[in-house]
Every structure is written in structure tokens, then in C-alpha cells.
């Protein structure tokens, strides 16, 4: 599955077992570029161990963005938010192109 921000094509890995959201980007150094995650049914975040900025954005069930989370630096947390269904976690440079109140198209899903 992917999203299409602007210029980005942005693959999109969703995270749906306990051990891959255990997991998710810990102790992941690469940085990300051309790649990001999605938790469903998630409605806040902690980017302990993440070893990389990133780009968080959260989404109700439709998909419209309601909080972004522009470069977000590793030990942070986002504590859950009312509404909330999607959380995804994206390349640095993703989050500024949206707009609270955007929708988010996933294609191939």
C-alpha cells in the first residue's frame, strides 16, 4: 500500500501484529526516505528507541488528518488523543505538505 503527498510516493507498511508494533522503527538506523508505518487503531504514540527524527500524523477512521507532529525527535511522547484511529509515521519533509483537515489516499491496500 502507499500514499501520495504532493511529489512523495511514500510505500506504507502496516503494522498489524503485536510483534511488528512492539518492534516498529526501535532500534532502527537508517533513516527513512522513501518508506513509512501505519498503526490502526492506535490512538497515541511513544518514539522511545526510534534512533531518528520522523513525521508524525494522526487520522480518524476516514483518514482526515487531525494532528501533525512535524519533525519529532526520539523520546517523545504523544499521549492519546480523542477521535484518533490512525497513527503514521513518516519521512522528515511529509508532514509539512499536509494540512489539518486534509484526507489521506492510501492506494493498494
Do not use: W
Request: charged share 30%; net charge positive; hydrophobic share 35%.
Amino acid at each position: 500500500m502507499y500514499i501520495k503527498i504532493d511529489k512523495f510516493k511514500i510505500k506504507i507498511n502496516k503494522l498489524d501484529t503485536f510483534g511488528k508494533r512492539l518492534k516498529s522503527l526501535r532500534f532502527f538506523f537508517p533513516p527513512l526516505k522513501e518508506e513509512g508505518y501505519l498503526f490502526e487503531k492506535k490512538h497515541g504514540i511513544n518514539t522511545y528507541f526510534f534512533c531518528q527524527s520522523t513525521d508524525i500524523i494522526m487520522t480518524d477512521k476516514n483518514d482526515k488528518v487531525l494532528y501533525i507532529y512535524p519533525n519529532t525527535i526520539t523520546e517523545r511522547i504523544i499521549f492519546p488523543k480523542r477521535k484518533v484511529y490512525n497513527v503514521y509515521i513518516l519521512p522528515l519533509g511529509a508532514g509539512p505538505l499536509l494540512k489539518v483537515g486534509d484526507q489521506i489516499k492510501r492506494k493498494g491496500d
